[in-house]
């Protein structure tokens, strides 16, 4: 899908412009044209990309839909890339996903091409439908709308994980199962892939914010400067929280440990009281009252009970030396 939005002061926005029009609009310093490509095949987007004399290979980056977040800077106009993340609608376990998001800045267009929906640029989309003041400031403040609602979104990620890492911990130390293991290793995948998309975006914002573009005004670059802030906040949260999964992770293996040592104690005691009867037994067993045997009657039942005693007995007395030891 293609849509477009022109801007022109004292004049009403126009939207589904026609690509016959785009290189007369363009021509007018004082408008702004905003093209959005979302999921267009490449033989629809191409030509479009190919009217802006854009270099071949930016145009085949921004088809490809395969690279990390990098600033390009090709004299009239700059070609961006970012990577956003949104939550996948799952209940448990839920997950993230993470898309690209290809920007072409000129001094009065701005060309973002994606190939899924995203909440922030639509979002600018209709403020922008609903305003016209978003377009007075030119294409660069444009951009910093769009990108500032991308890095705004990763907010509710940010909580959602620190509920989840609240619920974790509660669930190690009351009922630790494979399943809170499985979400720690959730929680850890998610928040690295998180660093890996902040840490270079940080850079690219900071190249933005100070570094001299001819198709950024030196007034603008405070905005940028801004964004730059809130991704440094953000990594400094992801740290923070990875450090909270690593502990959570730790203390479930302790105390998962701690369980198994106390089940291996448990155990070891039954066997070691248990195994004195089996020496008596087994020794007992053999054939000491055979035919005929060498003893009075009366002996039979003595030995019996004597037997049957120290049985009782051993078991009972290991116990409370062991517990003089401080064994149990």
Known sequence: MIRTIYFFPNKAARTDIPAEEFPRLLRNKKGLLWIDFTDSPPEEALPILQGFKFH????????QQTHAPKIDDWGDYLYIVLNYMHLIKKSDPWDTEIDELDIFLGRNYVITHHDYPISSVDEVWANCQRDSRYSHDGADHLLYKIIDGIVMNYMPIIEKIDDEIDE????????????????????????LAMRRIILPQREVLNKMARDEYQVID???????????????????????????????????LSVV???????????????????????????????????????????????????????????????????RQTWV
Request: hydrophobic letters at 45%; proline letters at 5%.
């Open 218 to 252: 030196r007034k603008d670059r405070i905005f940028f400067r801004d964004i730059y802030d809130h991704l440094v906040r953000l990594h400094d949260v992801n740290e923070s929280l990875r450090d909270l999964v690593s502990g959570a992770l730790d203390t479930y």
């Open 257 to 323: 440990n701690n369980r198994m040592n106390e089940v291996m104690k448990t155990l070891t005691i039954i066997t070691t009281l248990f195994m004195p009867l089996t020496f008596v037994t087994g020794f007992f067993g053999m054939n000491f009252f055979a035919a005929n045997p060498p003893y009075e009657n009366w002996t039979l039942p003595v030995m019996f009970y004597g037997t049957l005693t120290l049985m009782l007995t051993t078991p009972v007395f290991m116990y409370f030396w062991m517990r």
């Open 168 to 191: 974790v911990e509660d669930q190690v130390f009351d009922r630790p199962s494979s399943q809170t293991l499985s979400r720690l290793f959730t929680l850890k995948r998610v928040l």
């Open 56 to 63: 071949p290979l930016a145009i085949e980056d921004a088809l």
